[in-house]
Nanobody
Framework: QVQLVESGGGLVQPGGSLRLSCAAS????????IGWFRQAPGKEREGVSCISSSDGTTLYTDSVRGRFTISRDNAKNTVYLQMNSLKPEDTAVYYC??????????????????WGQGTQVTVSS
């Protein structure tokens, strides 16, 4: 049974930082591109970032580029999203997802096979 479990969300003041983790079980992350998505109340799900399985590709949506960094530790079967300089508009439920792909990655949700349950990030003073 495949499980993706997000953690690290919480309440943070504007300008603060959080690190989200996505831990996988039931799959070997070496073969999967991992994406981070978010959904704010009343808004559609948005692709935030992704990292490829093997060729080092990383992508970011424009609104987070330069503030967020995605990384992976295949030995721990975990992907991270370091979020710095957080803004109130970053408030959302953040989800990670896994796509069985040998190279590249996408911030489009369609190709992703497995999804986590999400972790809430709230940026507010």
């Amino acid at each position: 049974q495949v499980q993706l479990v997000e953690s690290g969300g919480g309440l943070v003041q504007p300008g603060g930082s959080l690190r989200l983790s996505c831990a996988a079980s039931g799959i070997t992350m070496d073969y999967y591109a991992i994406g981070w998505f978010r959904q704010a109340p009343g808004k559609e799900r948005e692709g935030v970032s992704c990292i490829s399985s093997s060729d080092g590709t990383t992508l970011y949506t424009d609104s987070v580029r330069g503030r967020f960094t995605i990384s992976r530790d295949n030995a721990k079967n975990t992907v991270y999203l370091q979020m710095n300089s957080l803004k109130p508009e970053d408030t959302a439920v953040y989800y990670c997802a896994a796509d069985y792909a040998f190279k590249g990655c996408t911030v489009v949700a369609g190709p992703y096979d497995y999804w986590g349950q999400g972790t809430q990030v709230t940026v507010s003073s």
